[in-house]
T-cell receptor, first 116, second 111 residues
Framework: GAVVSQHPSRVICKSGTSVKIECRSL??????MFWYRQFPKQSLMLMAT?????????EQGVEKDKFLINHASLTLSTLTVTSAHPEDSSFYIC????????????FGSGTRLTVV | QKEVEQNSGPLSVPEGAIASLNCTYS??????FFWYRQYSGKSPELIMF????GDKEDGRFTAQLNKASQYVSLLIRDSQPSDSATYLC???????????FGKGTTLSVSS
């Protein structure tokens, strides 16, 4: 089945630094990548959608200069949280969709970001 | 704005019972629906998806879709303590776009 590898699984960083999260589709081409954020006891909130080779489309209220998304290839998408602050501490999850509809939506394992 | 609504629970059932999880959606044009299970601190894992009216069964799980009532449900038969998790209902905003998630229902199965 389709697999998305997400790294790191857990990261702690100091306030003001940047953190990069990677998602790789291992056995399919991810034409679209979705990035979600989940705060404790809340549901997944869509942050942005990126299509390979195009600029990401951000949801209302999500700062595109703070959450940089790159989807330069069909197998790799990255989310960089720039100048992280404690309020950015959250669970970040990517979801990939391939060309074939039967792959549906494949989720990465998530990244727990803690900003101290 | 398309919405997917779920009762947050918690829903508590004894081991071996049937757990019934419900979901309603606002957009009558929605075509596909997904049920995910999420354990605390983990990423969602797909249980089932359903496109057509009626029932779809997979092992102990049955998804039911009623487009006229804009209602989706998930039945879990012979519930096990390992089924204790949050169950998320989701539907794409438009075909191929991001999944819109409900808030999730927390299920607790007691042994």
């Amino acid at each position: 089945g389709a697999v998305v590898s997400q790294h790191p699984s857990r990261v702690i960083c100091k306030s003001g630094t940047s953190v990069k999260i990677e998602c790789r589709s291992l056995d399919f081409q991810a034409t679209t990548m979705f990035w979600y954020r989940q705060f404790p006891k809340q549901s997944l909130m869509l942050m942005a959608t990126s299509n390979e080779g195009s600029k990401a489309t951000y949801e209302q209220g999500v700062e595109k200069d703070k959450f940089l998304i790159n989807h330069a290839s069909l197998t790799l998408s990255t989310l960089t949280v720039t100048s992280a602050h404690p309020e950015d501490s959250s669970f970040y999850i990517c979801s990939a969709r391939g060309v074939r509809s039967d792959y549906g939506y494949t989720f990465g394992s998530g990244t727990r970001l803690t900003v101290v | 704005q398309k919405e997917v609504e779920q009762n947050s629970g918690p829903l508590s059932v004894p081991e071996g019972a049937i757990a019934s999880l419900n979901c309603t959606y606002s957009d009558r044009g929605s075509q596909s629906f997904f049920w995910y299970r999420q354990y605390s601190g983990k990423s969602p894992e797909l249980i089932m998806f359903i496109y057509s009216n009626g029932d779809k069964e997979d092992g102990r799980f049955t998804a039911q879709l009623n487009k006229a009532s804009q209602y989706v449900s998930l039945l879990i038969r012979d519930s096990q303590p390992s089924d204790s998790a949050t169950y998320l209902c989701a539907s794409p905003g438009q075909a191929g776009t991001a999944l819109i998630f409900g808030k999730g229902t927390t299920l607790s199965v007691s042994s």
